[in-house]
């Protein structure tokens, strides 16, 4: 179960709780991009040998195709291996759809929660 108080963050709050979280799960030089013109990226991070670009949107309903479309772009400014897009909430159709054609990951609130208890796991061995 994921804690509801990431449904309160802003934006920013949550791009950087989405870069610890990242840590955690053994990516490394995960960096949180300027708030401005990001290109669709808020947090480049690599992990196995590859380079992720990674959209998060902290949202109070399901995400479209949109932010889709705005990692697919930010993969292609940034030179990413994979774009990824994290929520705190869930994927419309439609999403799911956009990102199955373009081959962007899509991290929805129960793959946040799995993180969470990945992370734990780790810390505790």
């Known amino acids: ?8 963050m802003d934006g920013h709050d949550f791009e950087h709780w989405c870069a610890r979280l990242l ?11 300027p708030g401005s013109n990001d290109q669709g990226i808020d947090v480049l991070a690599y992990k196995d040998g590859l380079y992720y670009g ?5 949202y109070s309903h399901d995400l479209g195709n949109k932010p889709v479309q ?3 772009t930010g993969r292609a400014v940034y ?5 990824v897009v994290m929520t705190n ?3 419309t159709k439609g999403a799911v759809e956009a990102a199955t054609a373009t081959g962007v990951w899509l991290w929805d609130r129960d793959k946040l929660a799995q993180m969470v ?3 734990k796991g780790a810390h505790e061995k």
């Open 1 to 8: 179960m994921l804690s509801t108080s990431i449904d309160e």
């Open 23 to 33: 840590r955690r799960n053994g990516f490394t030089d995960v960096s949180v991009t």
């Open 54 to 58: 990674i959209q998060c949107k902290c």
């Open 70 to 72: 705005e990692a697919t």
């Open 79 to 83: 030179g990413c291996d994979i774009a």
């Open 89 to 91: 909430r869930y994927f």
């Open 117 to 119: 208890r990945d992370a």
